[in-house]
């Protein structure tokens, strides 16, 4: 019996270890200590990439005035390092890092770094910030070695209490060795550090879905009216996609500049108040159902022409929210917005993700698309193309295309293209 029990222990123990080292998806693992009042954060990080994700060479993004006391790969020094300033517009004070392997490499690779240093150096727009009073730590800056080609990873942050400051990290939370560890749920886009003394966390679960609401200033009634409007929400997305989504934070940010942002399984918002919220309930609504679906469409790469997947299919599933809360003449009313909207506007088809009018054409044009579409198959046969869609993972406009080909036929799918490339 006692061998069994031990048995168990260490089959247990297995997975958990196999479960980190065989993953798919790079993993962080951060020993974070940090000084909200001094602006000083000190790091230990160690990097597992996956194979897969390897090449001979690695970028990395680092905030300049983080000190880099110690790099290794696999525990060696053969490789070449060059530094450059970052050429990356939402990270100007970001240190641009290359390696280059000595030999090439084609299996999984540790990275570990140390660093440290004061971080008082940030744009007016940064939605990172750290301070006694209120602290978020993002990609923006960034606080933790930053590949902006890696897309999703899951990470575990270990960080000692501070005097007076509560701290929340998205994911699971847990004791180990006198340090409160933070452990990702599912594989998402940053690993954001928000710390403040009056930081509270209001954590709810209906059915599936774990939500937390990390506030400073929320009163019960607004903490529940959200609680309802994103349960609502996540209860219509778990009826039309496959199931998923089951775990969600808003965060309210004390920020007073930067605007909100939203990240795999994270929404986080600045100057949300009673009044706001209560008096322009839709509009939040829209804003809620846009962010929520993000736990469905994510699988573009976001820093390409693909993102019309993420971004368009997003997009139209808040208005289908929304005409499902608020009837057909409040939706039509946002599609006849996105139509005056783009008049005259570039094709969706390779258009520059950081082009001038990327936010009309992705965010606009894209979902006026998928409602052409939709008009065009009905309504149950679009839920089941985008079912369709999310069980594939689809992530590239070719993929994308074939499925429709396969489902709706040959004329469809050139429809769509023809759509993309505004020829009809
Ligand atoms: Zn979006």
Known sequence: MKQTV??????????????RIDSQYPFYDIDLEFNPGKQYIAVDCQLDIPANYRSDTLVF???????????????????ILNTDSSDIRYMPFATRYEIIADNPVHQKVSVHMEYSGEITEWSGWSPSVISKEWTELGLYYPWYPLNSDFGLFNY???ISPIKNQNIFLMGSSFKKNDRITYSTDFPTNDIVVCASEDLKIFSDSVGECKLDIVHNTFPDTLLHALRDEINDISGLYNKWFPEGGNRICLVESMREQGG???????????????????????????????????????????????????????????LMVLRDFYGQEYFEKWISMKQEAVKGKAPVWHYDRS?????????????????????????DEFRKLMNKALVQEIGTTSLFLKMLEEEKGEEVAAWFLKKLKDEV
């Not at 993004?61 to 490789?79: C, I, P, V, W």
Request: hydrophobic residues 40%.
């Open 260 to 318: 909100g942002y939203a990240r795999l399984g994270g929404i986080y918002l600045s100057g949300l108040s009673s009044e706001d919220y209560f008096g322009s309930r839709k509009k939040y609504t829209r804003y809620l159902a846009h962010e929520i679906s993000h736990l469905w469409w994510y699988r573009a790469d976001a820093n390409t022409w693909h993102d019309w997947i993420n971004e368009g299919f997003a997009e139209y599933s808040a």
């Open 355 to 379: 082009g001038r009018d990327a936010h009309t054409i992705f965010y606009d044009k894209a979902p006026l698309i998928l409602y052409d579409l939709e008009n065009k198959t009905g309504r």
């Open 156 to 158: 575990e942050v270990g």
């Open 6 to 19: 031990v048995l168990i222990i260490i089959s247990m123990f297995i997975a958990s270890c196999s479960k």
């Open 61 to 79: 993004y680092l905030h300049r005035q983080l000190a880099l006391s110690e790099l290794t790969m696999d525990g060696n020094k053969k490789f």
